[in-house]
């Protein structure tokens, strides 16, 4: 069974970095052709795809976050880290991870997602 | 960007009917699309990909169709668990969601 979870700050000063562990079992990200992605959600609003890493190393980020996104893994503890760098009230949002398959190219399962609020 | 619009944002109807949610992407996306659902305070949850295929385990009640820039999911009668939000995503460039369909009780 694979689950995943979000830890980190629940709050968040503006213009500090953000940084966001997902934490997962039941897969291995040295297995080709897996990965993990991390998404947000603004209260009330839509989901939003963030960024991607994927069991070689390799990075996806939305181009409209790009300069601002990092993510990197741990294999060894079986982590993916999300750094958000300049954060803003904007950014307020609930932060999932969640499991990616090369071979479906979509994401499932999610986890529970982690509320972070932006504010001074 | 692939936008994704989805439409209603609301659909109020009641156990038994049958609910039908549009989604339309700004570009074709193949059959490369999506649809969860997420319950209040929970994850999203797949329910169809690759515009038609029924996950596993997720009832046979939901299905969706369409290809291209139009697709549709279908509730043939609406139990429920199935009072939700769902939101479309596509797959083909990226990933982007529509803006997500409310299924409340009417």
């Known amino acids: 069974q694979i689950t995943l979870k979000e830890s980190g700050p629940v709050l968040v000063r503006p213009t500090q970095t953000l940084t966001l562990t997902c934490s997962f079992s039941?897969?291995?990200?040295?297995?080709?052709?897996?990965?993990v992605g991390w998404f947000r959600q603004s209260p009330g609003k839509a989901l939003e795809w963030l960024g991607l890493?994927?069991?070689?190393?390799?990075?996806r980020c939305s181009p409209s976050l790009k300069h601002r996104l990092t993510i990197t893994r741990d294999t060894t503890k079986n982590q993916v880290v999300l750094r958000m760098t300049n954060m803003d009230p904007v950014d307020t949002a609930t932060y999932f991870c969640?499991?990616?398959?090369?071979?479906?190219?979509?994401?499932?399962?999610w986890g529970q997602g982690a509320l972070v609020t932006v504010s001074s | 960007d692939i936008q994704m619009t989805q439409s209603p944002s609301t659909v109020s109807a009641s156990v038994g009917d049958r609910v039908t949610i549009t989604c339309r992407a700004s570009e074709s996306v193949n059959s490369l699309l999506a649809w969860y659902q997420q319950r209040p305070g929970q994850a999203p949850k797949v329910l169809i990909y690759q515009a038609s295929i029924l996950e596993n385990g997720v009832p046979s009640r939901f299905s969706g169709s369409g290809s291209g820039t139009e697709f549709t999911l279908t509730i043939s009668s609406l139990q429920p668990d199935d009072f939700a939000t769902y939101y479309c995503q596509q797959y083909d460039t990226y990933w982007t969601f529509g803006q997500g369909t409310r299924v409340d009780l009417k």
């Open positions: 039941g897969f291995s990200l040295t297995t080709s052709g897996l990965g």
């Open positions: 890493v994927y069991w070689d190393d390799d990075e």
């Open positions: 969640a499991h990616f398959a090369q071979r479906r190219n979509f994401f499932d399962p």
